[in-house]
């Protein structure tokens, strides 16, 4: 094998692990762009981030299904095989006290006008921050990203 020929190999190993990375940095600053396109709202001032994670899960997706041509499988997205077990009512328990906590420690007080804990405060945290936003970051590193850069 000639060194030209080992260049070539090694600039197209380059340039199929840069391009991912370089796309879905691009994806990133334009999800956080968005908020600011927009500007703010007072409808989304409940869901913090919202508009940012819903952008980097509606491109994250977009390109997913562009690439595997609607074969979203090839990325991994597959039917899940979670069944409800008692193991997630263990787990559930200490992390809505977290929740609780967060909400009643926050700076922003979450309780009602008349001084009552917020339930939708405390909803509000576990959907955007626990379920949500954390849907959208591995949908977009381990759907999209990581199995880009997987041979």
Known sequence: ???NDTDCKSRSQISTLLLPLFVCAAIALFALAVPKIIG?????????GFITESTLLLCSLALTTWLTK????????????????????LWLLPMLSI???????SP??????NGQLSIVAIATVIFTIWIYVSL?????TR???????SP
């Open 1 to 3: 094998m000639s060194s």
């Open 143 to 149: 759907g999209l990203l990581l199995s880009w850069l």
């Open 99 to 105: 929740a609780t906590l967060q909400v009643v420690l």
């Open 136 to 140: 959208c970051e591995e949908i977009f």
């Open 40 to 48: 703010k709202s007072s409808i989304w001032i409940f869901l913090p």
């Open 108 to 113: 922003a007080g979450a309780t009602a006008s």
């Open 70 to 89: 609607g074969h979203l499988s090839v990325f991994g997205f597959t039917r899940g095989s979670f069944r409800l077990s008692s193991r997630f009512f």
